[in-house]
C-alpha cells in the first residue's frame, strides 16, 4: 500500500505561484508513476501532470506554467504552479500508480486526500 499526503495549497492572487508536494510512505516510489489531478466544485476530476521514468507528461491547460519533479531520496513528488489563474481554481490530488502512466483516473489506484488552490482574480 501507498499513502499520499499533499501540501502547499493556499489562496493566491492571479498570476502567483505555489508549489505543492507529495510525500508518499508505505513504498519507494522510484519505479512508480506518481501525478497530480485537480477537481473543481461541480465538475469531473481532470489531468494536471503525471511522471514515470523520467518521463513527464503535462494537461495542454497548463503545459508552460506548471512543472512536475520528483525526489525520490525524499519519497516526494512536486508541482510548481506559476502564472496561477482563476480557472486553476480546485482540489488538487496527488496520484500513483505501480504500472500505469497515463491521464484517465482510473489507471491511478493510490489517491491523497486532496489540497485546495484557490486564485484570485
Known amino acids: 500500500q501507498v499513502q499520499l499526503v499533499e501540501s502547499g495549497g493556499g489562496l493566491v492572487q492571479a498570476g502567483g505561484s505555489l508549489e505543492l508536494s507529495c510525500v508518499a510512505s508505505g513504498r519507494a516510489i522510484s519505479s512508480y508513476t506518481m501525478g497530480w489531478f485537480r477537481r473543481a466544485p461541480g465538475r469531473e476530476p481532470e489531468f494536471v501532470a503525471t511522471?514515470?521514468?523520467?518521463?513527464?507528461y503535462l494537461a495542454d491547460s497548463v503545459k508552460g506554467r506548471f512543472t512536475i519533479s520528483r525526489d525520490s531520496s525524499k519519497n516526494t513528488v512536486y508541482l510548481q504552479m506559476n502564472n496561477l489563474k482563476p480557472e486553476d481554481t480546485a482540489v488538487y490530488y496527488c496520484?500513483?500508480?505501480?504500472?500505469?502512466?497515463?491521464?484517465?483516473?482510473?489507471?491511478?489506484?493510490?489517491w491523497g486526500q486532496g489540497t485546495q488552490v484557490t486564485v484570485s482574480s
Open positions: 511522471s514515470r521514468h523520467g518521463n513527464r
Open positions: 496520484v500513483a500508480d505501480a504500472t500505469n502512466f497515463g491521464d484517465r483516473t482510473k489507471e491511478y489506484n493510490y
